[in-house]
């Protein structure tokens, strides 16, 4: 089992509607959760931090944490064709080293 | 926000050279800083992790004597390729660590320095 799985994509949704982007992880002890933005060409962005089980919200963003079940996933409202990208899901290694472990990320694509 | 440059943006070189790319936190001193490497739609890949006055830890399978990282202080790291082949042509990427954050691990990322190797 991968450390970090995504479903690839991409994941196409219409313009306005809500897309919903998954992660789960093996790694029971993770605390801190993180979703990257990569645009075609260019380097990850960071968009989302989450420690705490639940929702935490950032404008149109919005990030679930369910750590009983092992996953986190992020949602984005009002889809926009901007919002049309790769975007990661990271968890720290458990190893140490402050590193991260990437899954290998959902593109989605957002369609007038 | 954390603002993480690289320089240069993109480098041709001819294979054999040598190439420095340099990766600077701009707002905030790193502790720890990372390069990655990602290929044409293709996952990034983590190639080393460098701590400021230390060696840096090589990710399996990545030549240290081909990847030479200098991580001379607290806001810059040089990944220099040494002897580069047209094989090496990709997307190299750093991010850096920023300590005393409410949630650690968080990683801010250049823009990247595209390479290519003729």
């Known amino acids: 089992q991968k450390e970090v799985e995504q479903n690839s994509g991409p994941l196409s949704v219409p313009e306005g509607a809500i897309a919903s982007l998954n992660c789960t992880y093996s790694?029971?002890?993770?605390?801190?959760f993180f979703w990257y933005r990569q645009y075609s060409g260019k380097s990850p962005e960071l968009i989302m931090s989450?420690?705490?089980?639940g929702d935490k919200e950032d404008g149109r963003f919005t990030a679930q944490l369910n750590k009983a079940s092992q996953y986190v996933s992020l949602l984005i409202r009002d889809s926009q064709p901007s919002d049309s990208a790769t975007y990661l899901c990271?968890?720290?290694?458990?190893?140490?080293?402050?590193?991260?472990?990437f899954g290998a990320g959902t593109r989605l694509a957002v369609h007038p | 926000g954390a603002v993480v440059s690289q320089h240069p943006s993109w480098v041709i070189c001819k294979s054999g050279t040598s190439v420095k790319i340099e990766c600077r936190s701009l707002?905030?001193?790193?502790?720890?800083m990372f390069w990655y490497r990602q290929f044409p739609k293709q996952s990034l890949m983590l190639m080393a992790t460098?701590?400021?006055?230390?060696?840096?830890?090589?990710e399996q399978g990545v030549e240290k004597d081909k990847f030479l990282i200098n991580h001379a202080s607290l806001t810059l790291s040089t990944l220099t390729v040494t002897s580069a082949h047209p094989e090496d042509s990709s997307f190299y990427i750093c991010?850096?660590?920023?300590?005393?954050?409410?949630?650690?691990?968080?990683?801010?990322f250049g823009p990247g320095t595209r390479l290519t190797v003729t």
């Open positions: 991010s850096a660590s920023r300590p005393g954050l409410a949630i650690p691990y968080e990683q801010y």
């Open positions: 790694d029971r002890v993770s605390q801190s």
């Open positions: 989450i420690y705490s089980n």
């Open positions: 990271a968890v720290p290694f458990s190893g140490g080293y402050n590193k991260l472990i």
């Open positions: 707002d905030f001193q790193a502790t720890t």
């Open positions: 460098s701590n400021e006055g230390s060696k840096a830890t090589y």
